[in-house]
Structure formats: C-alpha cells, structure tokens
C-alpha cells in the first residue's frame, strides 16, 4: 500500500486523540478531501482488499455506499478473510471488524436524524455476520450492546439460533457462550433458561 492510500484508509489527525483509528473520527474531524479520495478507492481501486478497508472506512463515517460495498464483501468473505486478527489468539477478527463499522454507521446516521432508516438498511448485513459467527470464533458482544441500548428486538431470533449453534462448542466459541446467554436472560429467559435445561448446563459452565 502506497503512502497516499495509507493515510487515507489510516491516518488519524493529532487533534483527534480520542480516536483510536480512522473509524472512530467524528466528522468535524473528516475532510470533505479525504471523503472524496475514500470514495475514489471504493469504486476504482484495482485492489480488492483496499476497496474492503474503504467500504469499512466509509461505513463508519455513515456513508450509505461503504455499508452497500460492505455487503458484497461479506458474501465472498473467503476474499477478505484474514484481513484482521485477533491480537492475542490470533483467529481470523475480520467479522468483528465488520460488526463494530456496521454498528458505527448506525450511530453516525442516526445522528443525522434517520436512526430507523438506518436500523432497515443494517438489518441484513448484521444477519450475515450473526450467520459468520455461529461457525467462526470471532466476538460479536458489540451487537449484544446495539440490542440492549437500541431495544433492537428483531435480533433476537437469529441470537437464539446463534446460541444453538454454538453452545456445545466451547472449545471454538469461549466467552461468546455466556455472552449470548446472558443476553437472552434479560430478554427471552424462558427460551436460554429452557436450552440449558436440555443440555445439562448452568451459566457458570461457560465461565472460561
């Protein structure tokens, strides 16, 4: 990756220091340039994995066409797998990454007075990554927090699914067994409490 492109898909001004990386900038701290110059990558970048990191990029900063091309990039997923890792136990973290820019342009459009045209337009592409997760090992606790503050119930049935899928694989899904339970818990008890009961479990089993 040139430099050029680098500190498009990358930088984070001095002045921004509550950001982490390039995702989490608000947008008094986005240039209508580099916008631009994002946009230009997502659409004539000859790079695959360049357009996947601009579609992310433009997703969190609340750009329709960064979500759209998110898509597409999640249905050939064999294509950008690996593109993140998870820093301690290195499995393939390209889900979450996804997960956490989906979620950000929710809150970015939201912002901008459309939080339930932006509920519609997330719906789709967070099933595919819940799909993702039942037989991947990366996190999706993010969701778990965009259900509880945005009351987003239509996420339950697939996060019951999810549980089902996962739940007698521990040694691939860890912490993400309790997470989901817990979850449940709060708002379909009778539904988590139940599938524990038919599988000789309580929460505590799936302290890990």
């Given at each position: ?19 982490v ?10 240039p ?6 994002v ?11 360049q ?16 979500l759209?091309?998110?898509?597409r ?8 797998a690996?593109t ?27 912002d901008?007075?459309d939080?339930q ?8 592409l967070i099933?595919?990554l819940?799909l993702?997760?039942?037989?991947m ?9 965009f ?47 139940a599938?524990l ?12």
């Open positions: 990756m040139d430099v050029a492109t680098n500190d498009l898909l990358c930088r984070v001004p001095e002045s921004a220091d509550y950001a990386d390039a995702t989490d900038l608000d947008p008094e701290d986005i209508q340039s580099r916008v631009d110059g946009r230009h990558l997502l659409f004539y970048a000859t790079d695959d994995a357009r996947f990191l601009a579609a992310r990029l433009l997703a969190s900063w609340g750009y329709h066409e960064g759209v091309e998110l898509e990039h999640i249905d050939e997923y064999e294509k950008v690996g993140f890792t998870h820093r301690m136990y290195g499995y393939d973290d390209t889900g979450r990454q996804v997960l956490m820019a989906v979620i950000k342009y929710f809150a970015n459009v939201a901008r007075g939080a045209g932006a509920r519609a337009q997330i719906y789709v099933e595919k819940i993702l997760a039942n037989r090992p990366f996190e999706i606790s993010r969701l778990f927090d259900v509880r503050s945005e009351r987003a119930f239509e996420y339950l049935p697939l996060l019951e699914r999810h549980l089902q899928s996962i739940i007698d694989y521990p040694e691939v899904h860890g912490w993400k067994i309790k997470e989901v339970i817990e979850l449940l818990l709060d708002f379909d008890a009778e539904f988590a409490l599938l009961r038919s599988k000789g479990k309580a929460l505590e089993d799936f302290n890990f």
